[in-house]
């Protein structure tokens, strides 16, 4: 089925339906990284941001060192 008759279907707009679905796409890639910084930051305590943004690297995660220290913070790790 297309999304065009989706919509239709589900009386939705398609831009209602693109919206929502960009929505939850960084919420998704959000919740894989942090899982991972917080498996690397829980089982070596003294991997800060930097090592930690260098251990995702190795593993081929792609993400910067912001987003690490963010994750980090909020986290409180």
Do not use: H
Not at 14 to 42: C, H, K, M, S, T
Not at 52 to 75: M, N
């Amino acid at each position: 089925m297309s999304i065009e008759r989706g919509c239709e279907l589900g009386r939705v707009s398609r831009a209602g339906f693109y919206r929502d679905w960009q929505e939850q796409q960084p919420r998704e890639a959000e919740v894989a990284i942090r899982d991972r910084v917080q498996r690397i930051a829980l089982t070596r305590r003294k991997y800060g941001y930097r090592r930690v943004t260098a251990e995702l690297k190795r593993e081929g995660v792609a993400v910067g060192e912001s987003v690490v220290r963010r994750i980090l913070r909020d986290d409180n790790l």
